[in-house]
């Protein structure tokens, strides 16, 4: 191993490591203001966000599952209408615009030509409002951004983004909770208490990587087979989405997530004992749904491996694997299981020998069409 890696194998390992201190920087700016302010986004920032009547997304990728995350706090959280769109397609659409719509690009990179391409285009519908959420200083997207928020990752290597989509989460809910308190839905109390969530944000995720022995004994599961399931509700489903993206990624299984409501009109008819179905449940008010999702799958065979929270009153069963991470973080808790899809998709790949930092046919930044 190069000097760089330190006592990792592979970049992808060190950067799902890195993830603690990654997250703590990107909210420091945050935690040391103490409150949310327009300001964390830019001096012109107070203007720009000043009247917004929606908020739409465009990336790509992992980025896009970002955005897809984001999309339930901002419409729950800071009650405005907010939708997601994948880059390529939203450029090449006859798309109504709104000028009071707040035009979010998410990329790691800042150079990926569809978001660049996109974002121009929402800007030739006249949709000044915009703001780019970026993890390299000075790239071509926040270039052409009038607010930026940088995540504050640090350089990463790996071909699947790891520790950018989980800052990407957080710059997102931090510029959730200042769009709430503008639009007057975050009271002083509301405030303190997700300040004070951010800030033991990064020891949640330390926890959460303590889980990797455990995950490490599951990947023999999975690593001899060619198809797996990922399953989530409500904020959680991006994440199966982003589980599933990121083992066919590196160990080339074929994956699908799906939202778990979703089951019984399709993807039920693959389930048998050769299909193992990932599943986050974490203990919020969705869980009860979740396990009756479980049990159709179980009475098709189905191996269930299950990601929940400490608190969940949770137990394993035949068929039915149960890793437990701490008590259910509450409204951060869709980047706490983030986690554990990372290191299945990481520890999958390694038994099945796979090039993890640059997996075949990918490139880490796509700056063409
Ligand atoms: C490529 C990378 C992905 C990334 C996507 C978007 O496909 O392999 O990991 O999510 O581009 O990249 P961006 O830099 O715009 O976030």
């Not at 350089?155 to 790891?162: K, L, N, P, Q």
């Not at 299984?253 to 986050?280: F, N, R, S």
């Amino acid at each position: 191993a190069s000097l760089e890696l330190g006592p990792y194998s592979h970049f992808m390992q060190k950067e799902i490591h890195e993830q603690p201190r990654a997250v703590a920087d990107t909210i420091e700016g945050v935690i040391d203001a103490g409150e949310f302010s327009a300001e964390l986004f830019g001096p012109d920032a107070a203007e720009v966000l000043e009247g917004i009547e929606g908020v739409l997304i465009l990336a790509c990728g992992t980025s896009y599952y970002a955005g897809m995350t984001a999309r339930y706090w901002i419409e729950g959280i800071a009650g405005l209408p907010c939708s997601v769109e994948i880059a390529s397609e939203y450029r090449y659409r006859d798309a109504v615009a709104n000028p009071k719509t707040l035009v979010v690009t998410l990329s790691q990179s800042g150079e990926t030509l569809d978001t660049m391409e996109a974002l121009k285009y929402a800007k030739s519908l006249g949709q000044e409002r915009t703001l780019s959420i970026c993890n390299v200083p000075e790239s071509a997207i926040p270039r052409a951004s009038r607010l930026v928020y940088y995540t504050r990752a640090g350089a990463e290597i790996g071909v699947a983004s790891t520790k950018a989509f989980t800052t990407q989460l957080v710059a997102l809910f931090t510029l959730t909770a200042t769009l709430a308190k503008l639009q007057g839905r975050l009271d002083e109390a509301g405030e303190a208490d997700y300040i004070d969530a951010l800030r033991r944000l990064p020891g949640s995720v330390q926890h959460a990587l303590n889980l990797e022995p455990q995950i490490t004994a599951w990947s023999e599961h999975f690593a001899p087979k060619e198809h797996a399931l990922f399953l989530g509700r409500g904020v959680h489903y991006p994440i199966a989405l982003e589980g599933a993206l990121k083992l066919k990624e590196i160990s080339y299984i074929h994956a699908e997530a799906y939202p778990a409501g979703e089951l019984k009109h399709g993807p039920l008819a693959l389930v048998t004992d050769e299909m193992p179905v990932v599943v986050i449940a974490p203990n919020d008010s969705l869980l009860e749904k979740v396990k009756s999702n479980m049990q159709e799958v179980r009475a098709r065979g189905g191996q269930l491996f299950v990601f929940t929270d400490a608190d969940s009153n949770f137990h394993p069963s035949e068929g039915v694997h149960v890793i437990r991470a701490a008590r259910h973080v509450g409204v951060l808790s869709p980047i706490i299981h983030t986690i554990p899809v990372q290191l299945l998709a990481y520890h999958v790949a390694l038994v099945r020998g796979t090039d993890v930092d640059k997996p075949r046919n990918l490139a880490k930044s796509v700056t063409v069409e």
